[in-house]
């Protein structure tokens, strides 16, 4: 509301003193720019509605710096990602960036909770909106390897590495990981709820074994390039997931 009110304020001034000249200008002026006053009038519009809300503007700057640092942590590691060089790729200034997020612990943040979300859309595109629920469940370990095996998936890894030995970083991620862990498994229960399946009491367990599990695969990816064997621990767990729940689900909703 306050950058709301800000734009709007501004606005007005911006039309009070484009008024004022124009009650001001001479007549010769139109002239001999060739521009027609009503013309001029029309331009000044166009460039009035152009300008973006200070809020859309802000929020674009600071998808452009997560960005930037989910591309920097995914190269270079996080103790090489800095403020100045997520600034310099994001095309933004240092003290915009600083105006955003102060540290790079309120970055890093940042980035956390915008992979999550991007996260679940992801997990959306990814199970068939065709396919039973019970389909989509046991589709999970394989939804899950292509959605945290992507850059951003191993930035919140090095993320999570990170934490081991920066307490103040591990202070602000883990409530901001046990509010994720917690959307993601109320996910998981609405999912075997529509499957027909009743949540098992180890479900919680099994939620955190497959997420590590998934995340390690990745990592070790990066050093045994064998596709096939990635393959093979995927269905494995598919497998493990099917052992999990082996009866027959009832009133499967399609």
């Given amino acids: ?3 709301s009110s800000f734009f ?16 001001k200008s001479p ?5 001999k720019s060739g521009i027609a006053p009503r013309q001029a009038k029309s331009g000044a519009a166009a460039r009035a509605k152009k300008r973006r809300p200070n809020v859309e503007r802000s929020s674009d700057t600071q998808t452009k710096l997560i960005l930037s640092a989910i591309s920097c942590l ?6 090489a990602t800095t403020g100045n060089i997520v600034a310099d790729m994001a095309k933004v200034s240092r003290g915009a960036m600083t105006h955003h997020y ?6 890093m943040l940042a980035v956390v909770r ?3 979300e991007d996260e679940r859309e992801q997990y959306r595109k990814i199970l068939s909106p065709t396919a039973s629920a019970r389909e989509n469940f046991f589709a999970f370990p ?4 292509q959605v945290l095996s992507r850059p951003s998936g191993m930035a919140v890894t090095e993320i999570l590495m990170a934490s081991r030995s920066d307490k103040t970083l591990a202070e602000g991620l883990v409530p901001l990981q046990r509010e994720i862990e917690a959307a993601a498994r109320s996910n998981i229960v609405q999912t075997l709820t529509e499957a027909g399946f009743v949540p098992r009491p180890e479900g919680r367990a099994a939620q955190r074994l497959f997420v590590a599990a998934i995340r390690g695969l990745a990592i070790d990816a990066l050093f045994v390039r064998d596709q096939k064997e990635i393959d093979d621990s995927v269905k494995l767990l598919e497998k493990m997931l099917h052992l999990l729940y082996p009866e027959e689900p009832q009133n499967v909703r399609r």
């Fill in 8 to 23: 709007f304020r501004d606005r007005e001034i911006s039309l009070s003193a484009q008024s004022r000249a124009e009650n």
């Fill in 102 to 107: 102060p540290t790079k612990i309120d970055l």
């Fill in 74 to 79: 995914h190269k270079l590691g996080y103790s």
């Fill in 142 to 145: 394989r939804a899950a390897w």
């Fill in 27 to 31: 007549p010769s002026r139109g002239a």
């Fill in 114 to 116: 915008y992979v999550f």
């Fill in 1 to 3: 509301p306050a950058a």
